[in-house]
């Protein structure tokens, strides 16, 4: 199984942004998605999932109302929309598959893309 996550960039702050990952290697709706973030000098956390059909979505309190991830099965690819963005916002962005329910915790994820780098200025 391979992610491929893409889209990061510099942009200002009140800005958006849309990150991509494309997974391949096997059926992609069998696998809930999550996308997780690591700033520099700081530990990684937790953005948001996805359940395999969509029916559920989890946020991480810092970015809910203004992040939103989203499927298409169809392309075997996870979304993530930020928009309001922040200068805290800044990270590399990571995305990761596993089979089962979506969760926030990264322990339970077994597969990871190589991340994306998102930086916002103020």
């Known amino acids: 199984v391979q992610l491929q996550a893409s889209g990061g960039g510099l942009v200002q702050a009140g800005g958006s942004l849309r990150l991509s990952c494309v997974v391949s290697?096997?059926?992609?709706?069998?696998?809930?998605m999550g996308w997780f973030r690591q700033a520099p000098g700081k530990e990684r956390e937790s953005v948001a999932a996805?359940?395999?059909?969509?029916?559920?979505?989890l946020y991480a309190g810092s970015v809910k109302g203004r992040f939103t991830i989203s499927r298409d099965n169809a392309k075997n690819t996870v979304y993530l929309q930020m928009d309001s963005l922040k200068p805290e916002d800044t990270a590399v962005y990571y995305c990761?598959?596993?089979?089962?329910?979506?969760?926030?915790?990264?322990?339970?994820?077994?597969?990871w893309g190589q991340g994306t780098e998102v930086t916002v200025s103020s």
């Open positions: 990761a598959a596993r089979f089962n329910v979506a969760t926030m915790d990264s322990a339970e994820y077994d597969y």
């Open positions: 290697g096997r059926n992609f709706r069998v696998y809930a």
């Open positions: 996805i359940s395999r059909t969509a029916d559920v979505t």
